[in-house]
């Protein structure tokens, strides 16, 4: 009896001997895993913070001095977007706002896509605040096609007539000489300078019209944008015409 219960005692002892001890292992969730992809997004460059820090704008591919796509975050939801930003010295400008009368905001990116003498590019982009879907903006070249008309009269002095019509308005002024003589200029030009600006929840775009070839600016042309339902799209509402004072 007692040669069984000491066999019986060692049984004990050499199971307890043979435990293994698992390492626990690290499980990640799936709410896990997506905070850490975003953490690694996160680690692109920044590039510009709206005022409220609701939008925020990552470079994510940068080749020759310009950035070729982006990641857009508005208020912690995030898309890629191909838009090119160049090294002009000038960071976008960011703004959050209802822009569209609904009281929901959305996201406008001002950047600047070329500089130099007598001239300054602009392009905007609109984002739609809740599926970070694109807005069109109506092209300042079709605006300029459809909306506004000038012509341009070399009188017997010298002076130059001008006269611009948009929107059923016209105005004529005088420019007191001809910078470019040995070229007939028939109609202003439109497109060395083109800045968005958003102001008061509207889009606003300065195109001055000019005339010769290195560029004088001879009238302000201010241009405020308006939501249009139907088509989706911000639209021209009102065009403001006036001389550039020399």
């Not at 920044?46 to 982006?70: C, G, H, P, W, Y």
């Not at 909306?147 to 007191?176: C, H, N, P, R, V």
Request: contains cysteine; glycine residues 6%; charged residues 25%.
């Amino acid at each position: 009896m007692k040669k069984e219960m000491w066999l019986w005692l060692l049984g004990i002892s050499l199971l307890a001997g043979c435990s293994v001890t698992v390492p626990n292992e690290t499980v990640n969730t799936p709410a896990e895993q997506v905070s850490s992809q975003l953490e690694i997004q996160h680690e692109a460059p920044l590039i510009a913070v709206s005022d409220d820090e609701k939008v925020k704008l990552f470079a994510r591919n940068e080749a020759q001095n310009e950035i070729t796509e982006v990641t857009l975050d508005i208020d912690g939801k995030r898309k890629n977007f191909d838009w090119t930003i160049p090294d002009t010295g000038t960071k976008p400008q960011l703004f959050y706002t209802d822009l569209t009368n609904d009281h929901k905001e959305e996201a406008a990116i001002i950047i600047q896509t070329g500089r130099g003498t007598g001239l300054n590019h602009y392009e905007i982009h609109v984002v739609n605040g809740e599926d970070l879907s694109e807005m069109n903006v109506q092209h300042y070249e079709d605006i300029v096609a459809h909306t506004i008309e000038s012509t341009i009269t070399k009188k017997d002095d010298g002076i130059l007539a001008i006269t611009m019509k948009a929107q059923g308005k016209e105005s004529t002024f005088d420019y007191d000489f001809d910078p470019a003589p040995d070229i007939k200029q028939a109609q202003l030009a439109f497109g060395g300078v083109v800045i968005y600006t958003v102001e008061n929840q509207k889009i606003m775009l300065n195109i001055p019209g000019s005339i010769g070839i290195s560029p004088i600016y001879v009238a302000d042309v201010r241009i405020t944008y308006q939501f249009n339902r139907t088509n989706n799209e911000f639209l021209v509402e009102q065009i403001d015409v006036k001389p550039i004072e020399k």
